[in-house]
């Protein structure tokens, strides 16, 4: 969940913050008082930074008036800066060389780094087994995992910036 809130975050960017409402729904499948304690949760462990940055909170109850009630009560009157237009239009970034793209490659590299960590365990654990089927069992999920990694690598090569591209846009005042 924090690895989707974070790439959200570069995605809209922090001038666009103040117009984003985090919005709690389910409120008709708990009661008030344990609603309240995951509510909180979300401020506390999920939330924080968002908050901090000026993002706000709605409570939405499974209703057309509750919907209009967050639209309007958190309506601006400007518009958002959404960060990522912005990058490949007015600064023309391809979308890997955007906080968008870069927070994703970092992401990538996250799942890569976990599944390989994931990969050795289960090989350590098939030679520690002596039961066949066990082993059969742990074989066929690390080769899942390394599949799955594979496919992660191919896309983090697909969103690593040539350095040639890097020179230019350091020389061009553009960042990555």
């Known amino acids: 969940m924090l690895k989707n809130l974070r790439i959200f975050t570069s995605l809209c960017g922090q001038k666009a913050m103040p117009s984003v409402v985090l919005a709690t729904t389910m409120w008709d499948r708990v009661d008030r008082v344990e609603g309240k304690v995951r509510e909180e949760e979300l401020r506390r462990d999920y939330w924080k930074e968002m908050l901090a940055n000026g993002c706000k909170t709605g409570r939405f109850s499974g209703t057309y008036e509750s919907a209009w009630r967050i639209i309007g009560t958190h309506a601006q009157s400007r518009n958002a800066e959404i960060l990522l237009p912005r990058e490949m239009v007015d600064d023309e970034l391809r979308v890997n060389e955007t906080q968008a793209g870069v927070a994703l490659h970092k992401e990538l590299e996250k799942l890569i780094k976990d599944r390989k960590d994931a990969a050795r ?28 990694i594979n496919q992660v690598a191919d896309q983090l090569r697909r969103l690593k910036i040539p350095f040639s591209r890097k020179v230019t846009l350091f020389f061009s005042g553009k960042r990555t």
Do not use: F, M
């Open 121 to 148: 365990k289960l090989e350590q654990q098939a030679k520690t087994q002596g039961n066949e089927l066990v082993v059969h069992q742990l074989n066929e999920q690390k080769t899942q995992l390394d599949d799955h």
